[in-house]
């Protein structure tokens, strides 16, 4: 119960932290401090998702950039349209675009949703490390059509000129987008949250554990480990497609192995299955990067000796360091 405090402490913390920050960057006159928490919260964002398959369902996908990636080009593509004013496809059905923030959302999670089935229905019947590569392959097959798509950009990316609205926000305020985020990835922690502490969440641990075990009770751990892998899709693609309106660019790097790698570095780095861990580990990939990364191109070989030092002796990531030995469920 002691440990169990603790971390709720510490999560309590770092939710105020990130509650204070763009008014503490307000205060001193810094908003690219804005700009970095809102990176925090949409990296942490696509790190609760991976979280969800990997701390909870123990399927280490190193493929989650292909749904990252698949919710950027969605907020991309729809608001590209928007701004040209031409239909996405003329016939038999008209397809517009949008610019309303809602509507993209809906699209990135259901888009990255069928995208994580269809994976998923293939890759599920794998495990170890042919789940890995099989993920990885499909990420690089969607990484590589994205580059050979000149419609949309091709290998230069596609530029988002006006920030997508949210009804009565200023989204072009660095605060308000921040919040926005925020408030997306507070949701899907608590999401995260309600599912781990459900019976899905105990069925899906259990196939994780001993599948035989499982399908004795009647359950099928390939439906539950499938169900779980679409929802962490989803989660991801919402992220992908909030990453692009900060940024008011997508491009096939968003899709690339090592943006699945970066997403892995910091669900590993907070702590795996740890509620607040891809929040932890997200500010420390931000703080690394920022940091070192003024100093010198090489600022990743700084956060690899802090992985490899987390790798060996916190294996519970920094969450875990701080509140003490890692629970196992």
Not at 34 to 48: H, K, N, P, S
Not at 80 to 102: K, R
Request: net charge neutral; proline share 3%; charged share 10%.
């Amino acid at each position: 119960m002691a440990n169990l405090s603790r971390e709720m402490i510490v999560n309590i913390c770092l939710t105020l932290g990130m509650i204070a920050l763009p008014f503490v960057a307000h205060a001193i006159d810094e908003p690219f401090y804005i700009t970095l928490a809102t990176r925090v919260a949409i990296l942490a964002l696509a790190g609760v998702g991976l979280n969800l398959a990997l701390g909870t369902g123990g399927l280490v996908s190193f493929g989650h950039a292909a749904f990252f990636g698949i919710g950027g080009y969605a907020a991309g593509i729809l608001a590209s349209h928007a701004q040209s004013y031409t239909p996405i496809m003329e016939s038999p059905f008209l397809l517009e675009g949008t610019n309303q923030m809602l509507i993209i959302w809906l699209v990135a999670i259901i888009a990255s949703g069928i995208a994580a089935y269809l994976i998923g229905l293939l890759s599920l019947r794998t495990s170890g490390v042919y789940f890995i590569m099989i993920t990885l392959a499909f990420a690089q097959m969607i990484y590589y059509f994205a580059i050979s798509w000149p419609a949309y950009g091709g290998e230069d990316g596609l530029s988002i000129y006006v920030r997508n609205a949210f009804p009565g926000v200023n989204t072009l305020d660095l605060q308000n987008f921040y919040f926005i985020a925020f408030a997306l990835l507070m949701g899907a922690i608590w999401l995260s949250a309600t599912l781990k502490n459900s019976r899905f969440g105990s069925a899906l641990q259990a196939a994780r554990q001993n599948e035989e075990r499982l399908a004795a009770t009647g359950i099928r751990p390939f439906n539950i480990k499938l169900t779980a892998f679409v929802i962490s899709g989803m989660m991801t693609g919402l992220a992908g497609a909030l990453l692009a309106d900060l940024n008011r660019f997508v491009s096939p790097s968003m899709l690339s192995w090592h943006m699945s790698g970066e997403i892995m570095i910091l669900v590993i780095l907070g702590g795996v299955g740890r509620l607040y861990g891809p929040l932890a580990g997200a500010i420390i990939y931000i703080l690394f990067e920022f940091i070192f990364g003024g100093m010198t191109d090489h600022w990743q070989f700084f956060l690899g000796l802090v992985l490899l030092g987390v790798v060996l002796f916190a294996r519970g990531g920094v969450i875990g360091l701080i509140a003490g030995k890692a629970r196992h469920d």
